[in-house]
């Protein structure tokens, strides 16, 4: 480990790409996103050879710049990952970091009236681009898509809606079975917002204009209100949250529509698309502050009761909280690699 980035084996191209479908979003963010494209030691000396392609999403908050953050006597995970291929430890992939952030940090990359068409760019927009500048193999038997969190939660919803696209998933503590990892934080907004006399859109004002998360509310806050404009905004935009921001009393029929939202109760719905999937990671550490070890296990048991083979599925639970887990994304992507290969 170096406290400095060092050379790549393969090489990352940085690309800016000019999406039409976030043109004009409701938020006003930038149209034009940052796109990090890794190619393996070796893709041009074979300019025949086609490589399968797996993309990279993120949590809350993060976008495609902290891939290269580093931390103390951590490798940031495009070196790790350069590493592992330059070291003949999993068949080459071409690695794919996609920008979805907001101005609420996230957009959950799904479409929505609040933020934006991030679920249609990810998979209308980014995915045809890779196919058509690189030798990808475009097809969803070789296409995966990972991430942690909301990039967790992503990637389990994303190849339940495009089976066509996407064939293979891994998923570190993705949110879900929201009555466990949401629903516990609803308290705490109630007192939170009692400093706002109930209006999170006060709190939201006063956020941006302060350096951010310099009071205890804010990731409290901004998790809640990303997640709310993300699944329970109106055809207008305007947001709803799940429930009284006085009170605290649930909103059932707002509450639901989160619900169709939780990976563990969309499977039934989409059980041909996930038996369909060649290859699907799942993990969580046992101490995640989110209950996510909870929902990954709800999640393994709904695949299972889906009809998906054991043979397909990696579970793991390991000792670990929400945070500093990137160590395990080469793990994954090893094991995606390998499984698209066969």
């Known amino acids: 480990m170096l406290p400095w980035s060092a050379d790549l084996a393969g090489r990352i191209d940085e690309h800016v790409i000019s999406s039409d479908l976030l043109r004009g979003n409701p938020l006003g963010d930038p149209h034009d996103r940052p796109l990090l ?12 050879r086609r490589y399968p392609a797996v993309y990279v999403i993120q949590g809350l908050t993060g976008f495609v710049a902290t891939w290269r953050n580093r931390s103390p006597f951590r490798v940031p995970f495009p070196e790790a990952a350069d590493a592992m291929f330059a070291a003949g430890q999993t068949p080459p992939a071409i690695v794919v970091f996609v920008d979805a952030w907001t101005s609420y940090g996230g957009s959950q990359y799904v479409d ?14 980014i995915v045809p681009w890779v196919d058509r500048n690189y030798r990808t193999l475009p097809d969803a038997a070789h296409r995966a898509i990972m991430g942690k969190s909301s990039g967790g939660f992503g990637a389990m919803i994303t190849p339940m809606l495009r089976p066509d696209l996407f064939g293979a998933l891994a998923t570190h503590a993705g949110d879900t079975l929201y009555e466990y990892s949401y629903l516990p934080g609803f308290s705490a907004a109630v007192r939170h ?5 109930g209006d999170i859109w006060r709190w939201w004002r006063d956020f941006t204009s302060r350096v951010a998360f310099t009071q205890a509310e804010d990731s409290c806050l901004l998790e809640v209100l990303a997640a709310a404009a993300a699944f329970s905004a109106r055809p207008d935009g305007t947001v709803d949250l799940p429930f009284d921001p006085v009170t605290g009393v649930l909103h059932p029929d707002v509450w639901q529509r989160w619900l169709d939202w939780d990976p563990v109760r969309m499977v039934p719905a989409h059980a041909d698309a996930v038996r369909g999937l060649r290859a699907i990671w799942i993990d969580a550490g046992t101490r995640d502050e989110y209950n996510l070890d909870v929902g990954a296990g709800a999640f393994r048991a709904a695949l299972r009761d889906a009809g998906v083979s054991d043979e397909l599925v990696h579970f793991d639970i390991f000792d670990a909280g929400h945070m500093s887990i990137d160590y395990r994304y080469p793990m994954s992507l090893a094991w995606l690699c390998g499984r698209m290969a066969e």
Do not use: N
């Open 37 to 48: 494209v890794y190619l393996p030691p070796g893709y041009d000396d074979d300019p025949a």
């Open 112 to 125: 929505s009236p609040a933020t934006g068409r991030y679920h249609s760019y990810l998979c209308d927009e």
């Open 193 to 197: 917002l009692r400093r706002y006399d």
